[in-house]
Structure formats: C-alpha cells, structure tokens
C-alpha cells in the first residue's frame, strides 16, 4: 500500500517562496508522482508531475518558471519549490501518486481520477 505524506505548507506574503515535500512509501522507480492543488470554491487542479524512474518534470501553465518539482529516490521524496508566489496560488496543496506507468504516461495534464494514492494535503496561504 503506497502511502504519502505533505509537509512544508505555511503563510507566506506574496513574492515569497515555500517548498512542500511529499515523503512517500512503497513507490518505485516506475512511479508517476503529481502534484495537485484546490483553491476555495474551485475543483481539485494539477500543478505538475515527475516520474521516479527519471526525466524532467512537466507543469502547468500556471505555475511554469515559477514553481519546480524535483525527487530525491533515495530519501522516496518529492518536492514542489514554490516561488514567486501570489494570492492565487492560495490552497490545499497535495501529493498523489500512479503506479505502473510509463514515462510518457506522466504528464501535468493528468486527473484527479487517474491517480490512486494521494496525500492529506498542507495548505499554502498567500497574503497581498
């Protein structure tokens, strides 16, 4: 049973940085790793992907040049480096993981319903 944890959200103002980190167990080097974000009111979005087994993250357009997601396969962690944040990027931010995929599979253009394991979220609060 893969199982995912969020930590590193936090009340920032505006132009501020945080990094959220998404400790996983049980994932392998063929795992899809995304994260995703809920602002109020609104559905649950992606924000971006990885995959453990290698290659570069992909975003989406909302957050490309600003935010970066990165893994460490040893310490079965990912992150999401946050910067240049604005009001907008407000919400519960949460790691979600796909197993048994390939690379070209693991895109930030992927749904809420196709992955299976998710995280509890931590919420990122930006202030004007």
């Known amino acids: 049973q893969v199982q995912l944890v969020e930590s590193g959200g936090g009340s920032v103002q505006a132009g501020g940085s945080l990094r959220l980190s998404c400790v996983s167990e049980n994932t392998d080097s063929g795992t899809c790793m995304a994260w995703f974000r809920q602002r109020p009111g609104k559905e649950r979005e992606g924000v971006g992907a990885?995959?453990?087994?290698?290659?570069?993250?992909s975003y989406a357009d909302s957050v490309k040049g600003r935010f970066t997601i990165s893994r460490d396969n040893a310490k079965k962690t990912v992150y999401l480096q946050m910067n240049s944040l604005k009001p907008d990027d407000s919400a519960m931010y949460y790691c979600a993981a796909r197993a048994g995929r390939p690379l070209r599979w693991c895109g930030a253009q992927r749904t809420v319903p196709e992955y299976n394991y998710w995280g509890q979220g931590t919420q990122v609060t930006v202030s004007s």
């Open positions: 990885i995959y453990t087994g290698g290659g570069s993250a």
